[in-house]
């Protein structure tokens, strides 16, 4: 594992009441402790400065265990949603990303999905993992990244925390008292939803009955003349959760068939097969015809050649992989068909199943519920010494305006309370705590000048009033299409310059531009920018800014043309002959949004109205 350098080593643990625990670490003298009525027992060993390995040893007199190659240097923790959690087997270059994770004294820990209604003194699992080709693919990119890129300017030991979860809301990572909520009351809300959890589990556990060999080998499940008599009927397209296989996750495939004349078999089809959460592989009469990852939420359209038809029966399989959360075809009936070419799409029916590889846990909708993984997954951490903390989540905060606005009380608060936890080793206001805003992307909430994405960037960016806090701006490195975008490399870059300027105190170009104030004058809105967010400069070149608008008294906002002029960016509309507000990047996907800095970091969209 990594421990803290400089901070007081905190141990704890449990042992039979009234004994005496020793412990011994790096060659010193142990330091012992008495555990209480209950069995308790902590104590605090000197800080150290960076080095290692080392040997701990703790020993109550009757069972002691030891821990070996035992590293001091720095532990940061990284939370948030998938975006933190996406691994880097799934990331971009993840061959080359996996071969090259080649040095030991970067480890991470990964902390399983749990959850409770109470704050918890003990975590669900976990266990320390040196970095190595053989382990990396399932480290957080992100995490990683920018492990690997402090490792490079500090020379020390780097530990990672991941303690995140996908699809979760900021309330599941904060305590009941930073929400005003009733701590009682939320012990028992989650107590009824365990009991109705089990009562789910039951039709599911009862469905895999009938196959009690699982996992199995599903080599050849996709042939055309497979026998399904022993599969069992389901409706398409619905989440698998829905039809009676709530909590599974894991491979299952669907079997359907459709039927075509010579013609139009020889003429080749396109086949959809709905949204697929998550992974897919498609084949027609056993050829491979698709295959799509980890694209939730994406139609699949697969063009079927003529080589791989036949007139007659035609049998479809689908092999899916759900990581967590919601799995199999879902989307609209329309998606899952059958379209001979220059005819029309013909509905695909008649659905067989078979899970192959499973597991079984209700663990789907926890994500959703204030406190819950804060219990579980952050609260069992606090007498663990950190040196900051990388934070990535605000999707799942901005399906609605109202709900992004929401935000901006609710991170500032949970920056505060987690500080607090940590509060015995750094001034509260202090422990770093640097964040990733919103990358750009195409989510559909965008209704006119309104934007639930742009909205909670905003309050991300209203954030860095706190001290000790920084944003790494991502809206340039964002895939449309993908909420998932690959490029967490430049993300594990642009944290790790924040971390390096905010817990190293290095003087470097940390963040792009940054408005200062706004003057409106005749037909131009004049951008006035600070000078810590460096020289003004166009992606591209040139001095013609994109991604401005204005509006006037009306409050109707319509394009602009924006151009560098004297270390300032000046704006106009022929629309809007007299200006009362300018927008910069204001939308979900700002794609257009171009204004950088000559070190390339991206400025945040912003607005000077409060409309």
Do not use: C
């Not at 500090?154 to 900021?170: A, E």
């Amino acid at each position: 594992m990594v421990v803290q350098r400089d901070q007081p080593v905190q141990v704890w643990g449990r042992a039979a009441p009234g004994a005496r625990v020793a412990v011994g670490f790096a060659g010193e003298v142990p330091t012992t402790a008495q555990t209480d009525e209950n069995g308790g027992w902590s104590l605090q060993l000197p800080a150290r400065t960076a080095g290692g390995p080392y040997v701990m040893r703790i020993d109550d007199g009757t069972q002691p265990r030891v821990l070996r190659d035992v590293l001091i240097g720095d532990v940061w923790l990284a939370s948030g949603q998938s975006n933190m959690e996406w691994p880097i087997a799934q990331s971009a270059d993840p061959e080359a990303e996996i071969a090259r994770a080649t040095d030991p004294q970067v480890r991470h820990f990964k902390i399983p999905k749990s959850w409770a209604g109470t704050p918890q003194e003990q975590l669900a699992g976990g266990e320390w993992m040196a970095s190595s080709p053989q382990a990396a693919a399932r480290f957080s990119a992100v995490a990683h990244f920018f492990a690997r890129d402090l490792r490079k300017v500090t020379g020390v030991p780097i530990g990672i925390i991941d303690s995140t979860w996908g699809g979760s809301r900021i309330e599941a990572w904060m305590d009941a008292p930073s929400q005003g909520l009733d701590e009682r009351a939320l012990a028992e809300q989650a107590s009824t939803l365990r009991a109705a959890d089990e009562q789910a589990l039951v039709q599911t556990r009862r469905n895999l009955a009938r196959w009690p060999a699982l996992p199995v080998d599903d080599a050849g499940w996709n042939a055309p003349g497979l026998d399904t008599s022993a599969w069992t009927p389901i409706t398409v397209p619905s989440l698998w959760e829905a039809t009676g296989w709530n909590g599974m996750d894991g491979v299952a495939w669907y079997r359907t068939t459709f039927t075509l004349t010579a013609a139009e078999a020889a003429a080749g089809v396109v086949l959809g097969v709905g949204r697929i959460d998550d992974s897919d592989t498609t084949w027609v009469n056993g050829t491979q015809v698709g295959e799509t990852r980890m694209q939730y939420n994406q139609p699949r359209r697969y063009a079927v050649p003529a080589s791989a038809l036949r007139k007659g029966v035609n049998h479809v399989a689908v092999r899916v992989t759900d990581t967590g959360g919601g799995g199999g075809i879902h989307g609209e009936a329309v998606e899952v068909f059958v379209q001979p070419g220059g005819g029309a799409p013909r509905a695909l029916a008649d659905w067989s199943f078979r899970p192959s590889n499973v597991s079984v846990a209700l663990v789907d909708d926890k994500n959703q519920h204030p406190t819950l993984l804060y219990n579980a997954m952050i609260h069992p951490l606090q007498p663990y010494a950190l040196r900051g903390v990388i934070w990535y989540q605000g999707e799942s905060n901005a399906n609605t305006v109202a709900d992004a606005l929401r935000y901006r009380r609710q991170f500032p608060a949970l920056i505060e309370q987690w500080r607090a936890q940590w509060r015995t080793q750094w001034d509260a206001p202090s422990l770093p705590f640097l964040w990733v805003q919103l990358a750009n992307f195409s989510s559909g909430t965008d209704r006119g000048d309104e934007s639930p994405w742009a909205t909670l960037r905003e309050a991300q960016s209203m954030t860095l009033w706190m001290p000790g806090t920084a944003q790494a701006v991502a809206i340039d490195i964002g895939d449309p299409s993908d909420i998932h975008p690959l490029n967490k490399q430049e993300v594990g870059r642009r944290l790790a310059l924040a971390a390096r300027h905010v817990a190293y105190s290095e003087a470097l170009p940390f963040h792009g531009p940054v408005p200062q104030y706004t003057r409106f004058e005749g037909n131009a809105a004049h951008v006035e920018f600070g000078t810590s967010g460096g020289t003004l400069a166009v992606r591209g070149g040139g001095t013609r800014v994109h991604g401005f608008a204005l509006a006037g008294t009306d409050q109707v906002f319509h394009p602009a043309e924006a151009s560098l002029q004297a270390g300032r960016v000046v704006v106009r509309s022929a629309a809007v002959p007299r200006p009362m507000a300018v927008r910069y990047g204001w939308s979900d996907n700002p794609a257009d949004a171009d204004l950088i800095n000559t070190d390339q970091l991206p400025a945040s969209p912003f607005r000077s109205d409060a409309w």
